[in-house]
């Protein structure tokens, strides 16, 4: 299939009849392959799983499994998908919902773009380095709301919240932020994890990650500036997290695994890896009909190895289905920044959409959409966000 959704792919995610059960599933095409479905029937056994691994609403169980288990299902999936399945397996995605398929315990988003880094540097300190002290030595992050993470098309209510003042000195004031953003992000889903007070080096990170997921990290700006000194984001971040519905397992992106950027200075022992950990993704940014911006997250300074690494250095343990997002991924062109705060230069350059309107933020009613794909085999799908009123 050349829609990016054949067996080269394969992603895992849930579907739903209307208001009715969620399914586990992967998905063919335009249809959803229903996996409960298949496990009765027997003819997943070849995959040995434990009984009823795939009969729940979410991955989580089968993400507890392992990276051996994982190979095993999708290998039996590939063969008995190639050789035809129960009609009553397979089911057109208009007629179904899609659902979210992790229960997600843990959230963190890291700062891993240096161009997405030095862009806001350079915005909110003119007169200073780019770059804090601290920024090339190790993966910045921050821990999110996990609770408010939402399957794409889930709308996105504006948030309110203490607003800067206007003047140097005055006073906040409170209301709906009048400054909100996307975030272009990519994400992985994390498997059995470690225990408290052990670590996940960079050469174990395959073992522990499960695949990929599209991720707008909505940002309230105002809210955020207002914030986040002297403790970082917190309610400009936390109001809702949107991820794409299919979970692109990290066996299917092994081709397109390519060199990550050089990193200078040469990080610490604990961060270093082995091979290529890049991923070449080519990833969109859609508001209102309009493209507003192209990137590829094969430029992210930081890799999804060495952030799991440096998440756990300290003896955090990691739980199936935990979201790590790698923060917002911009290029080094205009055009390529994955935030309408660098798009416009935090508001001064309007960008202009295809109905002839500008937008600096968002405003009510207008609909996002993030696409990601690796050439023609492997695609992302999307994650879509509407604005609805505060």
């Given at each position: 299939?050349?829609?990016?959704?054949?067996l080269?792919?394969?992603?895992?995610?849930?579907?739903?009849?209307?208001?009715?059960?969620?399914?586990?599933?992967?998905?063919?095409?335009?249809?959803?392959?229903?996996?409960?479905?298949?496990?009765?029937?027997?003819?997943?056994?070849?995959a040995?799983?434990?009984?009823?691994?795939?009969?729940?609403?979410?991955?989580?169980?089968?993400?507890?499994l392992?990276r051996?288990?994982?190979?095993?299902?999708?290998?039996t999936?590939q063969?008995?998908?190639a050789?035809?399945?129960?009609?009553s397996?397979?089911?057109?995605?208009?007629?179904?919902?899609?659902?979210?398929?992790?229960?997600?315990?843990?959230y963190?988003?890291?700062?891993?773009?240096?161009?997405h880094?030095?862009?806001?540097?350079?915005?909110?300190?003119?007169?200073?380095?780019?770059?804090?002290?601290?920024?090339?030595?190790?993966?910045?992050?921050y821990?999110?709301?996990?609770?408010?993470?939402?399957?794409?098309?889930?709308?996105?209510?504006?948030?309110?919240?203490?607003l800067?003042?206007?003047?140097?000195?005055?006073?906040?004031?409170?209301?709906?932020?009048?400054?909100?953003?996307?975030?272009?992000?990519?994400?992985?889903?994390?498997?059995?994890?470690?225990?408290?007070?052990?670590?996940?080096?960079?050469?174990?990170?395959?073992?522990?990650?499960?695949?990929?997921?599209?991720?707008?990290?909505?940002?309230?700006?105002?809210?955020?500036?207002?914030?986040?000194?002297p403790?970082?984001?917190?309610?400009?971040k936390?109001?809702?997290t949107?991820?794409?519905?299919?979970?692109?397992?990290?066996?299917?992106?092994?081709?397109?695994?390519?060199?990550?950027?050089?990193?200078?200075?040469?990080?610490?022992?604990?961060?270093?890896?082995?091979?290529?950990?890049?991923?070449?993704?080519?990833?969109?940014?859609?508001?209102?009909g309009?493209?507003?911006?192209?990137?590829?997250?094969?430029?992210?300074?930081?890799?999804?190895?060495?952030?799991?690494?440096?998440?756990?250095?300290?003896?955090?343990?990691?739980?199936?289905?935990?979201?790590?997002?790698?923060?917002?991924?911009?290029?080094?062109?205009?055009?390529?920044?994955?935030?309408?705060?660098?798009?416009?230069?935090g508001?001064?350059?309007?960008?202009?959409?295809?109905?002839?309107?500008?937008?600096?933020?968002?405003?009510?009613?207008?609909?996002?959409?993030?696409?990601?794909?690796?050439?023609?085999?492997?695609?992302?799908?999307?994650?879509?966000?509407?604005?609805?009123?505060?």
């Amino acid at each position: 299939m050349s829609d990016g959704f054949g067996l080269d792919n394969l992603p895992y995610g849930a579907v739903a009849r209307g208001g009715g059960r969620a399914q586990l599933a992967v998905r063919l095409g335009d249809d959803a392959v229903l996996l409960d479905v298949l496990e009765e029937a027997g003819l997943l056994v070849a995959a040995g799983l434990p009984s009823r691994t795939l009969s729940g609403p979410v991955l989580n169980p089968l993400l507890a499994l392992g990276r051996d288990a994982w190979s095993a299902l999708r290998t039996t999936l590939q063969k008995l998908l190639a050789d035809g399945l129960p009609a009553s397996a397979r089911v057109p995605l208009a007629e179904l919902d899609v659902r979210l398929p992790l229960a997600v315990g843990d959230y963190v988003d890291f700062y891993s773009s240096l161009e997405h880094a030095t862009n806001l540097g350079r915005m909110f300190r003119p007169d200073a380095e780019p770059l804090l002290p601290n920024w090339r030595h190790m993966p910045i992050g921050y821990h999110g709301r996990a609770s408010s993470i939402v399957v794409s098309g889930t709308p996105v209510r504006r948030p309110r919240g203490q607003l800067p003042p206007a003047e140097p000195g005055g006073r906040p004031s409170f209301g709906p932020t009048r400054r909100l953003d996307i975030e272009l992000e990519l994400g992985f889903v994390t498997g059995p994890g470690n225990a408290l007070g052990t670590s996940i080096p960079t050469a174990a990170a395959a073992d522990h990650v499960f695949g990929f997921v599209l991720v707008n990290d909505w940002s309230a700006r105002d809210i955020q500036r207002w914030e986040y000194v002297p403790l970082g984001p917190f309610l400009g971040k936390s109001f809702a997290t949107s991820i794409s519905p299919w979970v692109v397992p990290l066996e299917a992106l092994e081709p397109f695994r390519v060199p990550a950027p050089a990193q200078d200075p040469e990080p610490l022992e604990y961060l270093r890896t082995e091979g290529d950990w890049g991923l070449d993704i080519a990833l969109e940014v859609e508001l209102g009909g309009t493209m507003i911006s192209r990137t590829n997250a094969r430029g992210l300074y930081w890799t999804f190895p060495q952030q799991l690494a440096h998440a756990t250095v300290n003896g955090t343990n990691v739980r199936p289905g935990d979201l790590y997002a790698s923060g917002t991924i911009s290029g080094a062109e205009p055009d390529s920044r994955g935030s309408l705060i660098e798009l416009t230069w935090g508001g001064r350059d309007p960008v202009r959409l295809a109905d002839g309107s500008e937008r600096t933020f968002l405003e009510d009613g207008d609909t996002v959409t993030l696409r990601g794909r690796c050439g023609d085999r492997v695609s992302f799908g999307e994650v879509t966000g509407t604005i609805s009123p505060a």
